[in-house]
């Protein structure tokens, strides 16, 4: 449920996000996506995170990230961590847990209603402290894949859960014919 006169921030998970709409079958349509957040509130910030490789001569997320940056997104990156594991597979890490988090404590008294684009369970305790601070939380992500993208206790605490598959015909667009990678192959948790 949204209010016309609130005030909205919109915060997402990149590689969560992601995942989550390529187990259902589509890609956002990042510009839609925040036309449709407008038109339900009054958007005061739409940030969108993610891990970037330094170290590679091309990063496919990069064209998306320069076209966030440069059409109303507030970008928040950091490297992301390459390591080899134990049966010597290239594995990239980086979390932004903390970043949202942080980011969305500090903006909770200037806004009405954060909109959390996760199914990570760890976001609960954030959900939680952003409610007791007296906004209101709705999280996106999916019940509807296999296995499901939300964690359980995440969707129990949000004031509003927001299954992804109902937006696909209004944020959505027909996936690429071109295999992407999972934003640069970081691992979404759920």
Known sequence: MFYKDERLALFIDGSNLYAA??????????????????????LVRAFYYTALLENDEYSPIRPLVDWLHYNGYTMVTKPAKEYTDSQGRRK???NMDIEL???AMELAPRVDHIVLFSGDGD???LVESLQRQGVRVSVVSTIRSQPPMIADELR???DNFIELDELKDVIGRPPR????PRDNGVVAEV
């Open 21 to 42: 709409a390529r187990s259902l079958g589509f890609d956002i349509d990042y510009k839609l996506l925040r036309q449709e957040f407008m038109r339900r509130g009054k």
């Open 92 to 94: 990239v890490k980086g």
């Open 101 to 103: 988090t942080v980011d």
């Open 123 to 125: 976001f609960r305790p």
């Open 156 to 158: 129990r605490q949000a």
């Open 177 to 180: 014919d071109l295999p992407l």
